[in-house]
């Protein structure tokens, strides 16, 4: 049985619709608005923070699909200026934001004869979710970046969908906190976190048992360990099922995406870090299961594509008509699961560690992960020298037991210095 301690419940009940009513708990996403009525008269105003990745353009096909319920009033990029100005032309922002300042002068020559506004720099991308035409945020970027972003806009109130969870990994905490004092709702668009929220709905938070995260393996699940060691850039981006980023392809590749999953999954659903779980789902069609009390698991199914639990995001947890491809399960003779290999795959075990120090640890390792990742696909290191390096950062990073803002700001810089002399 779950602790009592292990469940804060929330009181707070939104109205959706006639007679249907969603139990919220005191967690991240389901902070919900009381007596809120599901009712749509004008769109949704919709910031896309990361428009260019594969999570921002799929959404920017679901706002383009739905034109009735959606607009996206500011569309932001990292350093992909020709991809943001096809974007913003096609659908019409207000605002277009480019992180890297030295490319504002050739977004905002191709945009002002379209009347769109520029901006760039990390603070425009910060400051854009604060703006009166914008109802929702989209937090698409990757790794660190999408925190302070996330922090304005639970400040301003805005809702959040979030498909950041380094957001949550580095200062989960402090998110929760802040949510406390916001009308903020967050919408998780993980696909492993937006399956957890849908087995979710109607049930008994107090008779969850266990949270069953799966994970594809990624494309180092039959290696053994001295392949994984040799294994290069090329074969580590070679995901079997799921078309992403760089960034997030490694993880997947390491496992360190399952870890931080696990730490998000905590802050977002309250559950004890010990009764959330990952197991291997090398087809990907089982996006993760609930398990209670009773013996009963619940699962969520899909093909392996985003726009459902995007669109189940950006809906706020209501069904939009064909989101995304069906599923045929006439397609998939055999459905198999695994135990995950903490041996061979070492970065998995920092979940529980980050989960059990608590503080800024998880912050620390985000922030190596992040350079060592971008020093493996760089051909500096080995594979297996990212978990080395996170773990030689963690030993020599300062450890803040309780932090506020400035501190995961400090700690992520220092973090980041003290992995790049480890690997340099």
């Not at 990907?284 to 669109?311: C, N, R, Y």
């Not at 922030?367 to 950062?393: H, P, S």
């Not at 309780?402 to 790049?420: I, Q």
Request: aromatic fraction near 6%; hydrophobic fraction near 45%.
């Amino acid at each position: 049985m779950l602790a009592a301690k292990d469940f804060e419940p929330s009181l707070k009940i939104a109205k959706f619709g006639l007679g249907v009513w969603l139990l919220g708990f005191k967690s991240v996403f389901l902070h919900v608005k009381t007596n809120q009525l599901a009712i749509v008269n004008t769109p949704k105003r919709i910031a896309v923070l990361g428009a260019t990745g594969s999570i921002g353009r799929q959404a920017l096909d679901i706002i383009a699909a739905h034109p009735e319920r959606y607009r996206a009033t500011v569309l932001a990029a990292g350093r992909r200026v020709d991809d943001l100005i096809s974007l913003a032309s096609i659908h019409r922002p207000r605002l277009a934001i480019i992180a890297d300042e030295s490319l504002l002068q050739r977004l905002r020559e191709a945009l002002a004869p379209l009347g769109i506004e520029t901006a760039a720099g990390p603070q425009a991308l910060a400051c854009c979710v604060e703006a009166d035409d914008v109802d929702t945020v989209l937090t698409a970027t990757v790794g660190y970046s999408g925190l302070e972003p996330t922090v304005h806009a639970i400040r301003a109130g805005k809702d959040i969908a979030l498909a950041n969870k380094e957001t949550l990994v580095v200062a989960g905490e402090l998110v929760n906190r802040m949510l406390a004092d916001s009308p903020t709702r967050i919408f998780p668009v993980d696909s492993e976190h937006s399956a957890v929220a849908q087995c979710l709905c109607g049930e008994d938070i107090s008779r969850v048992e266990r949270l069953l995260i799966t994970a594809s393996g990624g494309p180092f699940r039959t290696w053994d360990a001295d392949r994984i060691a040799r294994a290069t850039a090329a074969d580590a981006l070679r995901h079997p099922n799921w078309n992403m980023g760089a960034k997030i392809t490694i993880d997947s590749a390491s496992m360190m995406n399952k870890a931080f999953e696990i730490i998000e999954a905590h802050h977002l659903f309250g559950i004890a870090p010990s009764r959330i779980e990952a197991v291997v789902h090398p087809q990907s069609i089982v996006h993760s299961m609930v398990e209670f009390t009773d013996g009963a698991v619940k699962a969520q199914l899909g093909v392996p594509d985003m726009h459902l639990p995007i669109a189940y995001a950006l809906g706020e947890h209501t069904r939009l008509a064909a989101a995304s491809k069906p599923l045929r399960l006439t397609d998939y003779a055999t459905l198999t699961f695994e135990e995950p290999d903490p041996v061979r795959f070492p970065c998995l075990g920092l979940a529980q560690y980050a989960l059990e120090r608590r503080g800024t640890a998880a912050c620390t390792i985000n922030a190596a992960n992040e350079i060592a990742v971008a020093a493996f696909l760089r051909g500096q290191i080995a594979f297996g020298d990212i978990y080395r390096t996170i773990e030689k950062t963690l030993a020599n990073t300062s450890f803040v037991a309780s932090p506020d803002y400035a501190d995961y700001v400090a700690v992520n810089a220092e973090a980041r210095a003290k992995a790049l002399e480890h690997i340099s």
